[in-house]
């Protein structure tokens, strides 16, 4: 027996019906978690191990204050060479093991004014610039995708729902491009989520999708960004993330 099947034979056992993706530096959250059984990303067919600091590329079944629940501690990027069906795959294992809700968090930079480090946005939205012919496709106008949850965002009434930018990275944006954002309406900008929350919707999934803000976009604050102030300042918002999870999967 592979190590991923005797953890998919624990998991259909627990029968969780969320789960949960921790983004960069939000590993904190998890202190209301009693892991049962955990899989490394490199023992799961389809997977691979996370190169990215901040993402153990984990995924563990357990009881979130005492309801069933799945974590992925990390994800897959699109940056990091892997095809948008490598980083949707976590998606299609959580509904294969019978998942219903997901969770999305990750780290972004704060596009809107009211955004600081260590603020939570509800994603209402979000704009995909990925790939060589994003820029023009935005141009052209494009809609913003919204396949997250109208119930879910409804239980988040405490943060501001914004739209997110979804940048193929890994190179952090430009100021020119986050003036550009701004005029478009963007609210924050990361380099994740937007892919796993179509594929999670498409499965049928219910989906809710939080970013924690770590830093502010580039060129709206004189610090130059950097990946080490985005695991410091993500650890702002870990208790409040945590409670906000907690309701969510009730």
Not at 11 to 34: C, E, K, R
Not at 57 to 83: C, D, K, L, Q
Not at 93 to 114: E, P, Y
Request: charged fraction near 15%; glycine fraction near 10%; hydrophobic fraction near 45%.
């Amino acid at each position: 027996m592979s190590v991923f099947t005797e953890f998919a034979q624990i998991a259909h056992g627990l029968a969780p019906q969320s789960a949960i993706v921790l983004g960069s530096g939000l590993g904190g959250v998890t202190t209301g978690f009693v892991e049962v059984a955990s899989v490394s990303f490199a023992d799961v067919p389809g997977l691979v191990q996370t190169t990215v600091q901040g993402h153990k590329g984990r995924i563990a079944v357990g009881h979130w204050n005492g309801t069933p629940t799945m974590v992925f501690h990390g994800r897959m990027h699109f940056y990091e060479g892997h095809s948008q069906e490598a980083v949707t795959a976590p998606v299609r294992i959580a509904a294969d093991l019978g998942v219903k809700r997901l969770i999305l968090t990750n780290a972004a930079g704060g596009i809107q004014a009211s955004l600081d480090p260590g603020a939570l946005m509800a994603i209402r939205g979000h704009i995909k610039i990925i790939g060589p012919e994003a820029w023009r496709t935005l141009a052209a106008g494009t809609a913003v995708n919204t396949p997250y949850s109208p119930q879910l965002l409804a239980r988040m009434p405490s943060l501001i729902a914004g739209v997110y930018a979804a940048l193929t990275g890994p190179c952090y944006e430009t100021p020119a491009e986050i003036r550009a954002f701004a005029r478009c309406g963007f609210d924050a900008v990361g380099m994740s989520t937007a892919l796993e929350a179509e594929a999670a919707a498409e499965l049928g999934m219910e989906v809710a999708a939080i970013s924690c803000i770590t830093n502010k976009a580039a060129g709206l604050s004189e610090a130059p960004l950097d990946h080490k102030e985005v695991l410091v300042n993500a650890k702002l918002a870990v208790e409040r993330l945590a409670e906000l999870i907690g309701e969510l999967i009730k």
